[in-house]
């Protein structure tokens, strides 16, 4: 079974940029996935990427999030850029269904 692990949260201020890394432990199979928790609010999907090449992000994502995929090191990269403190999550990828265990990213104002 894959093990996820992203990384690259933190604390930033608003109008600032983050690049998550989320690495599998195996080899990206078919497609991996993007989402966040935000206090109060149910897991909201960001982006998909699979392994043809093929992106999709959420409506609100679209011109400030970036999902992009290094085969070779088994990593999907989320950049994020002008962060707002309603961006303030926890961020987490997907694979086949595995999800991996999150990293905060805090936006200060």
């Known amino acids: 079974q894959v093990q996820l692990m992203e990384s690259g949260g933190g604390v930033v201020q608003a109008g600032g940029n983050l690049q998550l890394s989320c690495v599998a432990s195996?080899?990206?199979?078919?497609?991996a996935t993007w989402y966040r928790q935000r206090p109060g609010y149910q897991r909201e999907w960001i982006a998909g990427?699979?392994?043809?090449?093929?992106?999709n992000y959420a409506t609100w994502a679209e011109g400030r999030a970036t999902i992009s995929m290094n085969d070779a090191k088994n990593t999907v990269y989320l950049q994020m850029n002008n962060l707002v403190p309603e961006d303030t999550a926890v961020y987490y990828c997907?694979?086949?269904?595995?999800w991996g265990p999150g990293t905060q990213v805090t936006v200060s104002s």
């Open positions: 997907n694979e086949k269904g595995i």
């Open positions: 195996t080899p990206i199979a078919r497609a």
């Open positions: 990427i699979n392994t043809g090449g093929g992106i």
